[in-house]
């Protein structure tokens, strides 16, 4: 040790010992993230209903829109010239829950974008939650907040590295590994502070229910008015508002659809691309090192 040693640690030994920490959380970070994340395979509890799969796709609103377009095509939800909703008639058999709940407010005169915050259609939407919950397919706050905890983590050890790069430059000490490392704990930190709502189980679904109802696809063409309700709806929850469109444009236009769709851009494709990427993203490129403890990293490693 020197006097000129920042925080009285050789740039070396601090260097080794701290991309030895940064190894450890990282990865245990990950193997506890894709422990919580595996979830419970579909099969195990039966099938999903068009609202499950909505809200697994594109969480609340989605899951909304998928009642609304069934109702729709069933004939019992319409829309008034100052662009509130209206019903049209008793609700079909097999309504679920939040299918009521999107009628009775229809029943009042709501506009579709305050479907979502009524009281009623809330109510729906978290027992639709709960379910998913339960079954292994969705995350609730607490599991969520768990999940960030390892990140916390590795931004605690990232704010350490950065303080001793900042005093050891202040010192007039080499903190070019350092520095280095700090890229690759920043990029961990991002993707494992991106916390999905649904698990792996459901993303497998998801995928599994695109492949076999492609023929649902708004530019496939599909003959909506031989489909049932359920199909309808079950085509909003995989591939989106452009079924609504595709299905009736004159109620998606006239209930402002497109201009809510755009307000919603980027919840289904966040929970996806948070399903697994941030796991491997963190595993290949926060794993190593350039300076992987040998010898030649010398007095500059570490400020």
Request: glycine share 16%.
């Amino acid at each position: 040790m020197t006097p000129s040693d920042t925080w009285g640690i050789p740039g070396p030994v601090f260097l080794r010992w701290y991309l030895l920490l940064a190894v450890v959380v990282v990865v245990g970070a990950i193997v506890h993230r894709r422990r919580m994340l595996e979830g419970t395979p579909v099969a195990v509890h039966g099938g999903l209903g068009p609202q499950q799969v909505a809200f697994l796709n594109g969480g609340d609103q989605l899951a909304v829109w998928a009642a609304l377009g069934g109702l729709r095509h069933a004939g019992v939800v319409g829309v008034r010239p100052d662009r509130r909703l209206t019903t049209g008639g008793p609700l079909p058999a097999g309504a679920t829950p939040v299918d009521q709940a999107v009628h009775h407010a229809a029943s009042r005169g709501l506009h579709t974008r305050e479907l979502a915050a009524d009281e009623w259609v809330r109510r729906a939407v978290d027992e639709l939650r709960d379910d998913l919950v339960r079954r292994g397919l969705a995350l609730d706050q607490e599991r969520r907040r768990t999940l960030r905890r390892g990140a916390l983590l590795v931004g605690f050890l990232l704010a350490i590295g950065i303080v001793r790069t900042v005093t050891g430059l202040f010192n007039d000490r080499p903190t070019g590994w350092l520095l280095l490392s700090l890229f690759p704990l920043g990029l961990a930190f991002v993707l494992l502070n991106r916390v999905p709502w649904r698990t792996r189980a459901a993303t497998a679904a998801l995928n599994d229910m695109r492949r076999r109802h492609a023929w649902l696809r708004p530019d496939a063409g599909p003959a909506y008015a031989t489909y049932g309700p359920t199909e309808v709806a079950l085509g909003v929850a995989l591939f989106g508002t452009a079924t609504l469109w595709t299905m009736d444009p004159g109620f998606a236009e006239q209930a402002e659809i497109q201009r809510q769709a755009l307000g919603h851009t980027g919840g289904a494709s966040t929970g996806t691309s948070c399903g697994g990427g941030p796991t491997a993203g963190g595993a290949s490129s926060c794993g190593g090192s350039s300076c992987g403890g040998g010898g030649g990293c010398g007095g500059g490693c570490g400020g």
